[in-house]
């Protein structure tokens, strides 16, 4: 083989067995169990190229296909391992691993996988925690080892690795952040946590067989900004408040973890130290390698963690990401359908009937609810009297969600966003095809989902997913699930008691803009759930379903916006 890689499941191991696999290589791939096949298949990634072996590196390896290189990427990595656990895998498993690659004729090099404050560090157990001394000490006995059996070594430092799937160390600070417990930062205003994407790591590891032997690379950016900065960064991609103060690290020690929240083994990494780098950068430049911007490689990583629920869920649909605060999901500039979600609940609401619908989807989660950031400054709606309302903030963040949309889709909104999505219909006719209005709350009766006392905020807070769905009257399942996981994000819940509110207020006069929109309307509703007004438009009943039909009854709604044609091309 042209490579052997260990730990190819893990998150560093994967991506360099597609980097490998990508430059034409044959590589065998060590593993325990087989979840890297149907992992590259999902990336796109060919697997001609690809032979997989079982292999468990805490005992002695034998009866391996020979490779000419050898990368050691396998690693247990997690804070709060026992010894015995930590140093089977990163200090045993290492030390086999160069003791199998010693018997191989035409072994090119060793590549092993250490860590940027591991390297040349004393095994302090008591004080680093099992991870961290593990590594340093599997550091110092394969440098020693290679040179007592003359394998051809280069060590690889690394810092803090992001990119997709990636969910432990910087990733916990972010969840944090995201969640609102974040109050404070530890560590001073000048901790330096450097970060490189695992794109990069593995294009650079890639390289390495081809260079002289010996080398220490410490592979990070140097550019990434100081903590508070960073996390700063995250804060204002994904619209969440970053913490204003620091706390330093020794004092967090001293405080018991239940209040400060914060991992013990974690504070080592939170430090001013900077790093030996000019020999990494050298070999870059000689290969042409150039890292991603910082800023741009952060937000990029906190879309996919807040995509993945932090490694809880998976995404229904791609691309998506933080567009200027707002959740977007899907075809931005030519969707066939635009969806518009009701409360309590966000985008993934649609899945089951996205998933058939024919052409792309555009699925927003509305300012201020679901994973978006709240809107700018309230306007005047269009239609409406009275003073600046939600429903200016909501006209005004719609036209900008459509403004790059270049064919003219069907608009499907639920619940509360019928209102915005009649308004946009109203002012834009020629913006779309067919306004299709599910369950619109302004024809139907305010009910209990609509009326909640002023202590409903902090009850919806609370809400299991289970209990949310019993209120709802809806199957438990991940969109409800999801829907409950951002109600208990600082705000969100307040905020739906106050949409709700507000489209009560508004009821009468966004039912009398229904005679005035010049697009084909069709509205659709449950039986369960019935209107109170003559719309002046075509109503679909599905039998056996309530205020969410789309989620209930997925198919007989994809059929009835299935009569409708697709875009009828640019606007």
Not at 35 to 42: A, E, H, N, S
Not at 108 to 119: D, I
Not at 258 to 277: K, M, N, Q, V
């Amino acid at each position: 083989m042209d490579a052997m890689v260990f730990g190819a499941t893990g998150f560093i191991g994967r991506s360099l067995v597609a980097e490998l696999l990508g430059r034409g290589q044959r590589v065998a791939a060590a593993v325990r169990r087989d979840t890297l096949t149907p992992w590259l298949t999902g990336q796109g990634v060919g697997t001609g190229g690809l032979t997989v072996v079982t292999a468990d590196i805490t005992r002695p390896l034998t009866g391996l296909p020979p490779a000419r290189d050898v990368y050691n990427t396998a690693a247990r990595f997690a804070f709060g391992l026992g010894v015995d656990e930590a140093r089977a895998v990163n200090v045993t498993g290492a030390l086999n691993v160069l003791r199998w690659a010693a018997t191989l004729p035409g072994l090119r090099r060793l590549v092993h996988l250490s860590g940027y404050r591991v390297s040349g560090a004393r095994p302090d157990y008591a004080g680093l925690g099992a991870y961290e001394a593990s590594k340093a000490e599997a550091d110092l006995a394969v440098r020693a080892g290679a040179r007592e059996l003359g394998v051809p070594l280069t060590v690889a430092n690394p810092s803090t690795v992001i990119g997709p799937g990636q969910y432990i160390g910087l990733a916990s600070l972010a969840e944090d952040l995201w969640n609102g417990r974040l109050p404070v930062l530890p560590g001073g205003p000048d901790v330096f946590l450097p970060i490189v994407t695992v794109g990069y790591l593995a294009r650079f590891l890639a390289e390495i067989p081809a260079s002289p032997e010996g080398e220490d690379y410490w592979v990070l950016d140097e550019g990434t900004p100081l903590l508070p900065e960073l996390v700063a960064v995250l804060a204002a991609h994904m619209g969440v408040r970053a913490p204003g103060r620091t706390v330093p690290a020794s004092l967090v020690r001293r405080l018991p973890r239940r209040i400060t929240g914060a991992d013990p083994e974690t504070l080592s990494f939170l430090s001013a130290d900077r790093y030996p780098t000019a020999s990494a950068r050298a070999f870059a430049e000689t290969a042409g390698l150039t890292m991603p911007p910082v800023a741009g490689a952060l937000r990029a990583w906190a879309d996919d963690l807040v995509a993945t629920r932090f490694g809880a869920a998976s995404p229904w649909l791609r691309p998506y990401g933080f567009r200027d605060r707002t959740w977007v999901m899907g075809e931005t500039g030519r969707p066939a359908h635009v969806l518009l979600h009701g409360l309590p609940m966000n985008a993934d609401l649609w899945a089951p009937l996205a998933a058939r619908l024919p052409g792309p989807i555009l699925a927003p989660d509305l300012p201020g609810l679901g994973r978006s950031a709240p809107a700018a400054q309230p306007l005047p709606a269009p239609g409406l009297s009275g003073p600046a309302s939600a429903a200016g903030s909501l006209d005004a963040w719609l036209a900008d969600l459509m403004e790059p949309v270049r064919t003219r889709p069907v608009l499907v909104a639920h619940s509360l966003a019928c209102g915005p999505a009649l308004r946009f219909a109203l002012a834009h006719p020629g913006r779309v095809e067919r306004l299709v209005l599910i369950a619109p709350a302004f024809l139907q009766a305010p009910g209990p989902r609509h009326t909640r006392s002023a202590l409903a905020a902090p009850l919806l807070r609370r809400m299991s997913a289970a209990r949310l769905a019993a209120v709802l009257g809806l199957p438990e399942g991940p969109e409800v699930a999801s829907a409950a996981a951002d109600l208990r994000r600082p705000g969100v819940a307040r905020r739906v008691i106050a949409a709700m509110r507000e489209a009560l207020a508004e009821r009468e006069a966004t039912r009398s803009l229904l005679s005035r929109v010049d697009v084909p309307v069709e509205i659709i509703i449950g039986s369960a759930d019935p209107l109170t007004a003559d719309p002046g438009h075509p109503v679909t009943e599905i039998a056996g379903a309530g205020h969410y039909p789309q989620l209930t009854h997925p198919a007989e709604v994809a059929r009835r916006l299935g009569a409708f044609p697709g875009p009828a091309g640019p606007a």
